[in-house]
């Protein structure tokens, strides 16, 4: 049949254009079914925010479209709510031109008049729409009923109810529990009333929605992904997706989170901030309080915005959803949400750490809890090795207090916490931390690591200010600290060591500690009192139990000079090889070490490398040093890398490299602690090198009028005697050279085999041939016990002139090939030159041992056997190395000849040198 023209037919079904959206298009379908056949139908079209209610009744207003309907729309707005007539204006325009115009001029005349007058004209729209239903059937949609003005919707329930037996469709869409009361009321009244609900997509749905914009397979890759971003939220899902197609910012994303909260209102503006703020699952009660809302109210937006897929169990989604929430607010806003949300923390009970970031993002801790919270949390902090987190709360701290005994004291720590971080932050902290000392405002562990810091810096004056007050103290107390301190200076800065006064209260050998004492302070000064005296293999164990306890995370002032003393304890044990092991054992894998850690480690690794003869070894951790920390935050200690680059450089044959290091300003203040000591050296050693041996003199003197003014002449930290020996025999004084190489070697003893190997290497140039290689062959055992590869390579290019001297070519040749492949392994190119000069058979040894890989062939017994013949043992002496028989070396000759493909000694690898090092 037919009405009016229009067929009353059942409505095709569509392919749906959207996700998961079926159920509610056939609703709408049947709907629109109903009104064909003059059944007025309404539909109520709800679902959270965002979840497509705009577009699924866009889509239906089209396929109503297609068969024939009139559209009249309207769209409700916040803002326009308490414009009265709002909607109905938006509708009625679309029912014809002159209809409108007769239509709208009585709506605007009865809104004037009195509210009879209204009724009329109501009644009369309410007539043309019916009569304009007759001829073509009307949708009539209105989005977001829940923005509806009062006497839109008082009109639209007059239309509703005379429309049951019209062609007139209404779908509104929204909450209908924020709509106007009446429309709430009786609306369900209505004989063909339909209500439909939308919820966020399934992982399912978004994949599908991932499909039609993309590949298979990249959808399949980014769904779970994209579901966990949006929450299932189709206006975020879409907005996220034009972000990936665009591969820009996730602008479109911020965007649409932002349209979805404006639209649900302010309260639900305001409570996303403060929950981006505390980025936590947060009570609603604590909402509340925040926003300044009612509780009940607060849970129906929570309640809301997880409908809609906002939040993921009480958190917004992501930490890009948080920065879109708090970007848009206003600089005051922010500081006041953050200064109430740390209140909050406060009165909850909250850790320390969370209310000090809220107080951080506030910038303001007037209250005394603010002052607490932040100390407390900066403690943690450092505890924990988050010298950032630290240094933050502290300033924040510091800025807010009027009390100057507590800004001295948060200034001390603030200037640890910086410390740790780098070292040059520190120097604006001096001046007022100095003042403060001086007005007594400092407690005395924030004295003595105020001199530490004052000493690394160069100011020398100032320290010993800070000192003569911790030593005029009257503290029984502090007997163990200074006494520790007094130790340490004695080591590191002897200048004010020797100046401190005669008389202390703390003389006596064993002084107590107090509880509050650092222990770290403690091992330092143990460590530093064993170096000073020379006797640091009594220290090994104590070594070893520091760099067990340290973490390079969590250094204190005193650790990091404890780690140091204890690494160049063990290098002056001789211990070098222990002393790289827990170098990497302190850096592998620890990524998180501060900068200024991980400079003074690549400091000492370098040190380490020099003293094994490793020179390129120490030039690259030098330069790491300097990177990890740049020189003008290395203060005195500067003295540490540069000697090391100026040595290594120098051994390496890069004389203007070495002159560039030396070019290098250096403070005075570095020649007032240990540190000038090893750049003295290190520049001698240049200018020995560069033939100037007048100079190089000067230094090594220097270094021994240092020692002896310091009391550290007993310490070995340099071995002037034996750098100013080699300078008098370059200079032609062998008397004065031998005089200084049998005080060394009666210094020296047993113990110390690095100064006795090299110091008989000198004594062997002072003796005839005859007497050399006996000499030179003790010190080339020490030498190799030791591991100083440089130097044995010295000993054997003397061991060579000492038999060509004797007439012994064919083992003088085997001598300087083996220097020759030793100072070429360590990269001394000055002395492979002169080798090169002095031996005459190096370039043919050279090339069988390059050429030569079948070396890996041999067992570890013929490994050590042929590499002690390579270094010119005879069997004999092999045999008496490795204690076994004569006869069972040259069965292992037998074999390693075989499998070298060789047939004379002199045909063998000299790079097997490496085993005999090891099993000497």
């Known amino acids: ?466 000192l003569r007050r911790l030593r005029n103290a009257e503290d029984e107390h502090a007997c163990g600290q200074l006494h520790d301190v007094e130790s340490w200076l004695a080591y590191s800065h002897p200048a004010l060591a020797h100046q401190r006064q005669e008389r202390t209260p703390c003389a006596q050998p064993e002084v107590p500690h107090s509880a509050g004492d650092d222990p770290w302070l403690h091992s330092t000064a143990v460590l530093a009192d064993v170096l000073a005296r020379g006797r640091s293999h009594e220290a090994v164990e104590h070594a070893e139990r520091v760099l067990r306890d340290v973490h390079p995370t969590r250094t204190a002032v005193w650790s990091e000079e404890a780690t140091t003393f204890a690494l160049m304890a063990l290098l002056h044990a001789e211990r070098a090889d222990t002393a790289a092991e827990w170098c990497r054992r302190l850096e592998s894998g620890e990524q998180r070490g501060r900068p200024p850690w991980k400079a003074l480690i690549s400091g000492v690794r370098a040190e380490i490398a020099a003293r094994r003869g490793e020179s390129a070894t120490a030039v690259e951790h030098a330069e790491a040093a300097l990177q990890h920390m740049p020189p003008q935050a290395w203060g005195v200690a500067i003295g540490l890398p540069l000697s090391t680059l100026v040595l290594a450089n120098t051994r390496l044959g890069r004389f203007d490299e070495a002159a560039r290091h030396l070019a290098r300003p250096v403070s005075d203040a570095v020649f007032r602690s240990r540190y000038g000591l090893h750049y003295l050296q290190a520049r001698g050693q240049y200018y020995l090198a560069t033939r100037h041996g007048h100079a190089a003199l000067a230094d090594f003197l220097a270094c021994r009028d240092l020692t002896r003014d310091w009391g550290l002449a007993q310490s070995g930290l340099v071995p002037w005697r034996i750098n100013a020996a080699e300078a008098w025999l370059l200079l032609g004084n062998t008397d004065e050279a031998k005089r200084l190489l049998y005080d060394e070697l009666a210094q020296a003893g047993t113990e110390q085999r690095r100064s006795r190997g090299t110091a008989l290497r000198l004594v062997a140039a002072t003796n005839p041939p005859r007497r050399r290689p006996q000499l030179l062959g003790e010190a080339l055992d020490l030498l190799e016990q030791v591991g100083d590869r440089y130097e044995q390579a010295r000993v054997l290019a003397d061991l060579g002139r000492a038999h060509h001297e004797l007439k012994d070519n064919r083992r003088a040749r085997r001598m300087f090939s083996r220097a020759w492949h030793l100072a070429n392994a360590c990269g001394a190119a000055a002395l492979c030159d002169e080798l090169l000069s002095a031996g005459g058979q190096v370039a043919s040894a050279t090339a069988v041992s390059d050429a030569d890989d079948r070396a890996a062939l041999l067992t570890e017994s013929e490994r050590r056997v042929a590499s002690l013949a390579v270094m010119g043992y005879t069997n004999r002496e092999i045999a008496e190395k490795l204690f076994v028989t004569a006869s069972t070396v040259e069965q292992h000759l037998t074999r390693v000849f075989r499998k070298l493909g060789v047939k004379r000694r002199e045909n063998l690898p000299v790079d097997l040198w490496g085993t005999a090092v090891r099993t000497a």
């Open 1 to 466: 049949m037919s009405l009016n023209g229009v067929e009353a037919k059942e409505v095709a079904q569509p392919k749906s254009p959207l996700a998961e959206r079926d159920a509610q298009l056939d609703i709408l379908r049947r709907a629109q079914e109903d009104c064909l056949r003059s059944r007025g139908s309404v539909v109520l079209v709800e679902g959270p925010l965002g979840s497509g209610k705009t577009e699924l009744l866009r889509i239906a207003a089209q396929q109503a479209e297609a068969v024939g309907f009139r559209v009249l729309r309207a769209v409700c707005d916040e803002d326009e709510r308490d414009l009265p007539c709002g909607a109905v204006a938006q509708l009625v325009r679309g029912i014809g031109e002159r209809s409108a115009d007769r239509a709208g001029a009585r709506l605007v005349d009865g809104m004037a008049d009195a509210e009879p007058r209204l009724a009329r004209v109501f009644q009369q729209l309410c007539a043309t729409v019916l009569n304009e239903s007759a001829h073509t059937p009307l949708l009539m949609s209105v989005d977001d009923v829940q923005h509806l003005d009062e006497e839109s919707a008082s009109w639209l329930l007059q239309l509703i109810r005379r429309s049951a037996s019209s062609r007139v469709m209404v779908v509104l869409t929204g909450e209908l529990g924020r709509a106007p009361q009446r429309l709430r009321a009786e609306l369900r009244r209505h004989a063909h009333f339909r209500r439909t609900s939308l919820a966020p997509l399934s992982p399912g749905g978004v994949t599908t929605v991932l499909q039609r914009r993309v590949d298979d397979v990249t959808a399949q890759r980014l769904s779970t992904v994209f579901h966990s971003l949006t929450g299932g939220n189709p206006l975020l899902l879409n907005a996220v997706i034009d972000d990936h197609e665009q591969a820009t910012a996730p602008r479109n994303h911020d965007l649409a989170l932002l349209s979805c909260l404006h639209r649900g209102g302010e309260l639900m503006r305001d409570v996303a901030r403060a929950l981006a703020v505390l980025d936590s699952d947060a009570d609603p009660a604590d909402l509340a309080r925040l926003v300044r809302a009612s509780t009940a109210d607060v849970r129906d937006v929570l309640e809301a915005m997880s409908a809609s897929g906002l939040l993921d169990e009480g958190r917004l989604r992501s930490t890009q959803a948080v920065a879109a929430v708090l970007d848009e607010v206003g600089p005051d806003d922010l500081r006041g949400l953050h200064w109430r949300t740390a209140e909050l923390l406060h009165d909850r009970g909250a850790e320390a750490a969370l209310i000090a970031a809220q107080l951080v993002e506030s910038g303001s801790a007037d209250a005394p809890w603010a002052q607490r919270a932040l100390r407390e949390a900066a403690e943690l902090a450092l505890l924990e090795g988050s010298a950032e987190c630290a240094a933050r709360y502290l300033e924040l701290a510091h800025d807010s207090t009027d009390s100057p005994q507590e800004r001295a004291a948060i200034r001390a720590r603030l200037a640890e916490a910086e410390w740790r971080l780098k070292p040059s932050s520190v120097l604006r902290h001096l001046a007022p931390l100095t003042a403060a000392a001086s007005a007594g405002r400092l407690d005395r562990v924030d004295h003595v690591v105020l001199v530490r810091q004052l000493l690394w810096h160069g100011k020398n004056d100032e320290a010993q200010q800070v």
